[in-house]
């Protein structure tokens, strides 16, 4: 269970909360780069933190992310008019450019200095692989761009998507890090799921409904090592990198592609979840990357032309009872990500941790949460730079380990953990 009060500071993350400040600390997605395909494209709307934002791509290329309400009257500048590198509100004709600063306000005498005074709001946003950054924080304190690896690949070797979560951030996070409910949850998709079927990993998984739990700590977070048994007397290993605040992989299966999330709040009730697939050291197949787009894997099958999910609260994700007495799943919910998305969502926007009853396998959330408090407090009271800031905490890699009983999981697997380009990912 959780103290009412340390739910709140962790789970708040608007303009002036401690967990809101810690995550204006970092780099995080903002958005997909294919919703701002081509220069002068339609501006996006989006919130983020709880902030009302606008993102637009000028004449020139230059992405610009500012608040989203005109300076003059507080209309929507995504009704705007993306033109001639800058971004015109629709209802006086205010234009803005992508640093939000004012360049031109018809209405005023040609000599007049009075557009040079008024700034909206901006922040940075910089394409990194398929996603576009941004960080929310103090200019002067800004750190060096992300380097995870899944976003450093070539344009050939990764694929990323999105979702809507209708859920605070934290208990979608504390899914991705909690390995015990894949052996229930999602049977059905090791069963069954081009992008998991198939790996030697999935029996042990299937073999042991207990499976033993070790967390280490990380520069970045922490290594959660989830054991089960293997034949001649050994450990399957599944390790779980977390990269703060909520940078997580799964723990890869055979040759298939690696994944991973970020969980990123909207506001205190809804979050987006990144997913995405990436090979360290080949190309994606097309049948990988349709199977991605379909929403297998660790992606979703999305209502076209929105990031909402197709299988949804407003439809109880397509619950097939059919199915989940056939066993063809177990939830009754198709694919892995609907199955995590509506057990975590039924729990409420944010669930009440002050009546869980948390047992041995889930160390590891709460190791994370104990990890979470301490950084927001040491950033509120003493100002300490929170990891998983510096770049060089980003180049982890998640693992599938057979080892012999008596080895260290997080001694054994160093190199395994650590991303290398032109190396293959440790999977079994």
């Known amino acids: 269970m959780l103290k009412p009060e340390i739910n709140e500071l962790l789970t708040r993350t608007g303009p002036g909360t401690p967990m809101g400040a810690m995550f204006r600390q970092y780099w995080i997605p903002a958005m997909l780069a294919e919703e701002l395909p081509e220069n002068d494209s339609p501006p996006v709307r989006l919130k983020l933190l709880s902030e009302r934002l606008i993102a637009f791509r000028d004449s020139e290329g230059r992405y610009g992310?500012?608040?989203?309400?005109?300076?003059?009257?507080?209309?929507?500048?995504?009704?705007?008019?993306?033109?001639?590198?800058?971004?015109?509100?629709?209802?006086?004709?205010?234009?803005?450019?992508?640093?939000?600063?004012?360049?031109?306000?018809?209405?005023?005498?040609?000599?007049?200095?009075?557009?040079?005074?008024?700034?909206?709001?901006?922040?940075?946003?910089?394409?990194i692989g398929d996603v576009l950054w941004t960080y929310l924080g103090d200019p002067a304190k800004q750190p060096p761009l992300p380097e995870f690896e899944f976003a450093l690949v070539p344009p050939e070797q990764t694929y990323t998507s999105k979702r809507w979560q209708e859920s605070?951030?934290?208990?979608?996070?504390?899914?991705?890090?909690?390995?015990?409910?894949?052996?229930?949850?999602?049977?059905?998709?090791?069963?069954?799921d081009p992008l998991f079927k198939g790996a030697k990993g999935n029996e042990y998984n299937m073999n042991d409904l207990k499976p033993f739990f070790e967390v280490a700590e990380a520069d970045g977070g922490?290594?959660?090592?989830?054991?089960?048994?293997?034949?001649?007397?050994?450990?399957?290993?599944?390790?779980?990198?977390?990269?703060?605040?909520?940078?997580?992989m799964v723990p890869p299966r055979g040759d298939h592609p690696?994944?991973?999330?970020?969980?990123?709040?909207?506001?205190d009730h809804n979050c987006?979840?990144?997913?995405?697939?990436?090979?360290?050291?080949?190309a994606l197949t097309e049948a990988e990357r349709q199977a991605m787009k379909d929403g297998h894997g660790v992606h979703s099958a999305n209502i076209p032309g929105t990031y909402r999910p197709q299988a949804n609260k407003d439809n109880d994700y397509l619950m097939d009872r059919?199915?989940?007495?056939?066993?063809?799943?177990y939830s009754g919910i198709k694919g892995i990500a609907m199955q995590d998305a509506s057990l975590q969502e039924s729990m409420g926007p944010i669930v009440d941790r002050s009546k869980e009853r948390l047992v041995s396998a889930d160390?590891?959330?709460?190791?994370?949460?104990?990890?979470?408090?301490k950084a927001v407090l040491a950033l509120r009271d003493e100002g300490v730079v929170p990891p998983g800031v510096d770049p060089a905490h980003h180049r982890v890699r998640s693992a599938a380990v057979v080892l012999p009983r008596e080895s260290s999981f997080i001694e054994a697997c160093q190199d395994a953990l650590t991303a290398s380009p032109g190396v293959p990912q440790s999977t079994v």
Not at 104 to 118: I, K, L
Not at 258 to 267: L, T, V
Request: hydrophobic residues 35%; glycine residues 10%.
């Open 258 to 267: 690696m994944h991973g999330h970020f969980w990123i709040p909207i506001d």
């Open 222 to 248: 922490l290594f959660v090592g989830a054991r089960r048994n293997a034949e001649d007397g050994q450990y399957y290993w599944r390790i779980t990198p977390w990269v703060m605040p909520c940078f997580t």
């Open 272 to 282: 987006w979840a990144y997913s995405f697939d990436y090979h360290p050291v080949r």
């Open 65 to 127: 992310l500012i608040d989203e309400f005109c300076a003059h009257r507080g209309a929507s500048l995504w009704f705007g008019r993306n033109e001639q590198s800058g971004l015109r509100c629709a209802y006086h004709g205010w234009k803005y450019d992508v640093t939000g600063q004012c360049v031109e306000v018809p209405s005023e005498p040609d000599n007049n200095n009075f557009c040079a005074n008024v700034k909206l709001t901006a922040y940075p946003l910089v394409r």
């Open 168 to 192: 605070n951030w934290l208990q979608a996070f504390e899914g991705g890090i909690d390995s015990s409910h894949v052996t229930f949850l999602h049977s059905g998709g090791l069963k069954s």
């Open 363 to 373: 160390t590891g959330i709460i190791k994370a949460r104990q990890r979470l408090r």
């Open 322 to 329: 059919e199915a989940q007495r056939a066993g063809e799943t």
